[in-house]
């Protein structure tokens, strides 16, 4: 992803990628925490005639100001804290992803996982609200999930989702830690080591709240 540094001249804090799509299938993406706004905007103007999508994460309201002022049509996702541009997915090819919000706090994570595997071009449904504090709601939907070439399950307080459904799909699961949880949770690290301890085979961990991290893996995965 593009560096910051503290200019507002393009070439002063970042250098765009803009071979990466044809070097390796995949765009390179904004990752706008920690960026000003000047340089969101100098960014976003920079891309505005770029024929890949271009997908800004971490978004702020000021970051969404400043690109949508050099991309009127780009899409906004506020829960995700996502743009895209442009607006609408490419056609999607492959495999189906299908994403999993253990619980609805869980839901900013999982539509960032959800909206970048739909623009990077697979066919990607989200499933909401099934923790395992209620076993019944993730095993109503086992035929689904075996439908899927891929599936991001998000999930925080004892992050143990991603193992359940480890154990019932033949389908590679990317773990995504959420920063959900009473104090013991510490922030993700909990459900961060239940994961990368799950006892079922096929769990693929990114790090905690790293939606655009398991999105992008599982448009991987998934790829034709």
């Not at 900013?108 to 099934?130: F, I, K, N």
């Not at 399950?153 to 830690?177: F, R």
Request: glycine content about 8%; some cysteine; hydrophobic content about 50%.
């Amino acid at each position: 992803m593009a560096d910051r540094l503290s200019g507002t001249s393009l070439d002063e804090f970042a250098q765009l990628d803009l071979g990466r799509t044809a070097r390796r299938g995949y765009p390179e993406a904004i990752f706008c925490e920690g960026k000003t706004a000047a340089q969101v905007a100098a960014i976003a103007t920079a891309l505005a005639d770029q024929p890949q999508v271009s997908l800004f994460t971490r978004v702020r309201d000021e970051h969404v100001a400043a690109i949508t002022a050099a991309l009127p049509d780009a899409a906004v996702d506020a829960d995700a804290r996502l743009v895209a541009w442009p607006p609408d997915p490419p056609a999607p090819t492959g495999g189906p992803v299908l994403v999993l919000a253990a619980g609805t706090s869980d839901l900013p994570v999982a539509r960032e996982a959800l909206l970048t595997s739909r623009y990077l071009g697979r066919q990607s449904d989200l499933v909401v609200d099934v923790g395992v504090a209620g076993l019944h709601r993730i095993l109503a939907q086992v035929p689904r999930l075996r439908t899927a070439r891929a599936i991001v399950v998000a999930a925080g307080m004892d992050g143990a989702l991603p193992s359940v459904v480890a154990g019932l799909v033949s389908a590679p699961v990317i773990a995504v830690p959420t920063s959900v949880g009473y104090g013991a949770a510490f922030e993700g690290l909990a459900a961060l080591l239940t994961m990368l301890n799950a006892c079922a085979p096929g769990v693929a961990v990114v790090n905690i709240d790293n939606g655009y991290g398991a999105g992008h893996l599982a448009a991987q995965i998934a790829a034709p």
